[in-house]
């Protein structure tokens, strides 16, 4: 993005492949916040789903403290791989406001994937808020993700997680990863 406005940054986040999405979003989070928020809230809200979560990414990038309830909307999305996405920007934006939408995907979503990207976003946050609900879904999913892991398996690693975290120690050293 060479010489590249904030502008024209945020106009490719708009019917571009995804590399040029990605490379925007990268441009804009390097931008001042005063310059590129005003821009990214007046976008429309269009069909496209991969554009709205290009814009949402930028926004958390950029600032989530002060944009993180505007795009939580998402995670009602109808679409699974749209919640599921969101869950995954949630693990590494998000903050505790985030937390009921998450617990309640991660309790009672339809899609076992949504779910399991729930209980990820949710160890990823660490509150200890997190801790009862993700030790109901260890409990009682049965249900596998797309690649056959347990969705409980989620919800457990995530308290690994979230006890690591509080025993002030890293997650390797807990055995997470």
Known sequence: MNGESVSEAVGNLHGHGVETRRNSVQYLANQNPAEVLPILRQLPLTDDMEYQLSVAEAMLIVDCSTTLAEVLFLLRSSEAWVRQYMCGLLHDYGNALALDELVRLA?????????AM???ALGGIGDAKSIEP????????QS?????EPVRNHAVAALA?????????TESEAGCR
């Open 118 to 120: 729930a209980c990820y």
């Open 161 to 169: 997680t979230l006890a690591a975290r509080f025993a002030g120690i």
């Open 134 to 141: 993700l030790r109901v879904v260890a409990f009682d999913d």
């Open 107 to 115: 309790q009672y979503d339809p899609d076992s994937d949504v779910r």
């Open 144 to 148: 596998v993700d797309y690649q056959g």
